[in-house]
Structure formats: structure tokens, C-alpha cells
């Protein structure tokens, strides 16, 4: 089997080209029956700004942990840039990048490896 690269596993769908964000029915569900995500469809095109807005416990962490495939999804699909985050991982990690609303950095790291580890 070939190692996936970004030309080999984009979308042949000449629509597709445009997409950067494609969820298709993704759903999270976490031990105990409890449901996260329910089945969301999303699709964000190139040069489209969104936000993606709700209460707290409505799912906004979940989705993006597994749009980054921190989070493995127990249906649906997850595709960034064309590049299917469950099956290829590491492809699609080297296309994302994510700012937590949050601070969360080491204030003893340099800012060069702060950059490096949260590359993936």
C-alpha cells in the first residue's frame, strides 16, 4: 500500500476542490450513551469565514477534536482539504491549524518549540 499524499487522496469531485471542511452525519458518542455530536453535516468552502457557535456541552470541542483527529469519530465522516482525518491521521494534521481560546502554552518553552510540538 502507497503512502496517502495530499494529490492522491483529494476529493475527485471537481466541486470538491473548494471544500476545506466536509462532515458528513459525524457522530461522537462517549462511553455511558452519552451523545456528543449527533450526526452533523458541514460544509465550509474555501475563503468562507464561520464560527462554529453554542451553549456550552452542545459539542463545539468534540467536533474539532475530531476534525483534527484527536477524537475518534463512532460514525460519519471527517474530511479536511480533501484528506479523510480518521484514515489518514498524520496527512491531515500536517494541513490544520488550530488556536485554543484558551492559553494553554508552557510560559518556560521558546515560542520555536511551542511551534514545533504543536505541529503534531
Given at each position: 500500500m502507497s503512502t496517502p499524499t495530499a494529490t492522491t487522496d483529494m476529493v475527485s469531485d471537481s466541486a470538491a476542490v473548494t471544500e476545506v471542511i466536509r462532515c458528513e452525519q459525524l457522530t461522537k458518542r462517549y462511553p455511558g450513551d452519552i451523545l456528543a455530536v449527533d450526526r452533523l453535516d458541514l460544509l465550509v468552502h474555501r475563503g468562507e469565514i464561520f464560527g462554529l457557535l453554542g451553549p456550552n456541552g452542545a459539542g463545539k470541542t468534540t467536533t474539532v477534536g475530531m476534525l483534527t483527529s484527536l477524537v475518534?469519530?463512532?460514525?460519519?465522516?471527517?474530511?479536511?482539504?480533501?484528506i479523510d482525518v480518521v484514515a489518514h491521521p498524520a496527512l491531515a494534521k500536517q494541513l490544520i491549524g488550530v488556536v485554543s481560546q484558551n492559553n494553554n502554552l508552557d510560559r518556560a518553552c521558546r515560542p520555536s518549540a511551542i511551534m514545533g510540538h504543536k505541529r503534531g
Open positions: 475518534i469519530p463512532t460514525s460519519g465522516k471527517a474530511i479536511v482539504s480533501g
